[in-house]
């Protein structure tokens, strides 16, 4: 079974923080994303990445950056954490373009 | 208008009963759509994913694609209550994502 890993389940941080949302599979899979979830506007696309060190912006990258260093784990970074990116952050990776995604179970921020 | 669109319900039905969730798509390009399920406070789970026009079962789940109406269902049989959740509809690329549906099926 695919195993995606998201570091934290709950975090809590102030705005203006440097918050790093980590994202780990064990499936050697070559794609993987960033998204955010929120009530009435469902998933959106934050970033992408295809391979190591390759990354692409999604639907709403402001106010985000990403890291790839390694195949397997994929980072999300919140430069300057603001209230408005309290939210369901989840992570999935998939082998290929032509393959179904695997979801994390989430990360739930809250910035005060 | 979104690329894909999906009711977000809430569908509420009682045990037995066969539920259909649908969603709709504007880009004729989608080949492969995906269907997740939702627990609350979870991740989403892949269901199944199906090539575009005709069916496919597993289990008590049949997804059905309708390329020429851009029409996508997944049919429910014999529901259950853990079959409640939040039901999202995708095409494979991953870069668009119905709203989901929000399922409950009363024992």
């Known amino acids: 079974d695919v195993k995606v890993t998201q570091s934290s389940r709950y975090l809590v941080k102030r705005t203006g923080e440097k918050v790093f949302l980590e994202c780990v599979q064990d499936?050697?899979?070559?794609?993987m994303f960033w998204y955010r979830q929120d009530p009435g506007l469902g998933l959106r696309l934050i970033y992408f990445?295809?391979?190591?060190?390759?990354?692409e912006k999604g639907d709403i990258p402001e106010g985000y950056s990403v890291s790839r260093e390694k195949k397997e784990r994929f980072s999300l970074i919140l430069e300057s954490a603001s209230t408005n990116q309290t939210s369901m952050y989840l992570c999935?990776?998939?082998?290929?373009?032509?393959?179904?995604?695997?979801f994390g179970n989430g990360t739930r921020l809250t910035v005060t | 208008q979104k690329e894909v669109e999906q009711d977000p319900g809430p569908l509420s039905v009682p045990e037995g009963a066969i539920v259909s969730l649908n969603c709709t798509y504007s880009?004729?390009?989608?080949?492969?759509f995906m269907w997740y399920r939702q627990y609350s406070r979870k991740g989403p789970e892949l269901l199944m994913y199906?090539?575009?026009?005709g069916n496919k079962e597993d289990g008590r789940f049949t997804a059905q694609v309708d390329k020429s109406s851009k029409y996508i269902s997944l049919f429910i049989r014999d529901s259950q209550p853990s079959d409640s959740a939040t039901y999202l509809c995708?095409?494979?690329?991953?870069?668009?994502f119905g709203a989901g549906t929000r399922l409950t099926v009363k024992p």
């Open positions: 499936m050697d899979h070559e794609n």
């Open positions: 880009n004729s390009a989608f080949q492969y």
């Open positions: 199906t090539y575009s026009s």
């Open positions: 990445s295809y391979d190591v060190k390759m990354k």
């Open positions: 999935a990776s998939r082998r290929s373009n032509n393959s179904p995604l695997h």
């Open positions: 995708a095409p494979l690329d991953g870069m668009r």
